[in-house]
């Protein structure tokens, strides 16, 4: 009868905790009535000392957490992976740190999850209201509350919410916001030093087999390409391989190309020509013992299945894997796809639009059958890449994260085109009436096409304002000398563009004429600017007119921005027309 009926349900689990600490008081009588051991003012054995579950309110401290572990962890990015390292050296499964809960203020942070009595976590799960206060009052005076039953199925749901792997701070806060919550920490994580630490590994003409996944961003290949390792793992496949002719031990390895985000690219863009285009800049590059390309998505599940088979083939059954690449190239997205591809328990890598969201190597299970090893390395850091020099909110206007669209100018000699406050092209001479210039860079950036005699006051009016980023005028100084470099360029076709002009991490110029042309490019002192063949030789159907080219974020700033300025103009003109009237 006693279920049948309903009752408050913050009233009951009171009444249920009482009667838990009863029979808890109880056992612990009867175990000290029948320990003579425990009948001492301190315990002998505390082993053996009986364990009470009361559900006291817990307190929380305002001091910092202390970690049980005395030894120092190593603020570093060189190998945080090891297998012969201890255990109690934890590293996040989000971003490869060391785990640490000592100080909030520095890398590896991390608050350890509650722990739960599983009883206790079963016994709240289960209750129902089912009868009235004053007939549970009762029962309580004669010591007999009916317990609900409980269910073997409750332990799993117990078990699984502590087998939820538990990530540092900065992978949280980069989960769950997109954003790292306290920016001075980034300042104390060291560089990744890649020749210490898989850079020796590669090079070893022992041990298991390498093979080298180089990730490379579609939309920035030149700025995001890894030209230091390309010419290394080139230069120790030549060694190994005249190692091997000669009879010695020769561990050669195997170069994976892998192009991400080729969804960012115009759907027009022929495969067959992309993966041409792709080699002929990998060779360039440095990197000239390629044994596969593959041009993947991880957003649209483009490539995978075929870049699975072929890892696998070539790691074999004791492989290593490294996935290298720059800074935001997606290598941890590509992963994370990968285990989701294959189907496997694979542990969740941290993915967010800032660069070095991966701080140390982490092993990556699940993904390669066998005995084979999948290792995520941290990207690489590129200076020469333009948003390594920009704050989170500009970056956001630069990176590129929607298809590609083209913004064509029709330019004579004597006038200029600006992206944003980040580059300009000058066309200085001409061979013909006028070029064709295609803009393929973020739709967030604003564009300006004027005379070239006009440059000068854009960069002292316009740079930080309606031409962002820079998002404010201090900010211009703060990103460096702007510098000029001469391009010559020449075409032989009016209906595509035949040469790019690209800034890394940026975006680029893509020219087409059918005659020759003197440009000169500027941007900031040390930003690589490359002259290349057309990645992408449509232009648009459509020409921009000169003037201002607005985005749409900046479109709403200062939309937003005048608005309020018209409202305080006319919050002034009614207070003076107030005080006159007050004043006659």
Known sequence: MLLARSHSLIKLRRYCSISVFIRSLTVCSSSLLN?????????????????????????????????????????????????ASPENLVVCPGCGVHMQDADPKHPGFFVKPSQKDPRTYRLHAHLEPVCQESEVSDFLKRGTVIEPETNDSDVGVAEVRHERPVVCARCHSL????????????????DFDFDHTIGRKLVSTSGTRSVVLMVVDASDFDGSFPKKVANLVSDTIEEHLT??????????????????????????????????WVRQRAREGGSNKLTSVHLVSAVRDWGLK?????????????????????????????????????????????????PGTTLGIVRVEGVLPRQAKLFDT????????????????EQKLVYISKELKPRTYRIKAGHSVHIAGLMRLDVEELSVDSIYVTVWASVYLPLHMGKTENACEMVEEHFGHQLQPPIGKARVKELGQWVRKEFRVCGNSWDSSSVDISAAGLGWFAIGLKGEAQLGVWTYDGIDVVLRNSLIPQRSQYFEVSGFTVSKIVSKADQSSNKALRQRLNSFRNIKVVGQSSLN
């Open 306 to 354: 075929n870049l699975v088979d072929d890892v696998i083939a070539l790691a074999g059954q004791r492989g290593n894997v490294w996935a290298i690449g720059a800074q935001n190239a997606g290598k941890s997205t590509l992963i994370n796809s990968l285990g989701k591809h294959v189907g496997g328990k694979v542990s969740h890598l941290t993915e967010a639009p800032v």
């Open 243 to 276: 190692a091997w002719k000669l009879g010695k031990s020769g561990n050669v390895p195997r170069v994976v190309l892998v192009v991400t985000k080729i969804d960012l690219l115009p759907s027009s863009i022929s495969p067959t020509r992309f993966e041409h």
């Open 175 to 190: 989960r769950h916001y997109g954003k790292v919550k306290d920016s001075t920490v980034e300042n104390l994580l060291p």
């Open 378 to 393: 941290p990207g690489l850091l590129h200076p020469h890449q333009i948003a390594t020099r920009l704050t989170r909110e």
């Open 35 to 83: 320990n003579p051991s425990t009948s001492k003012p301190h315990f002998q054995n505390t082993a053996e000392c009986p364990q009470f579950h009361f559900m006291f309110p817990r307190y929380f401290s305002s001091k910092t957490a202390s970690s049980s572990s005395k030894q120092s962890l190593p603020l570093t990015r060189d190998g945080n992976y090891n297998e």
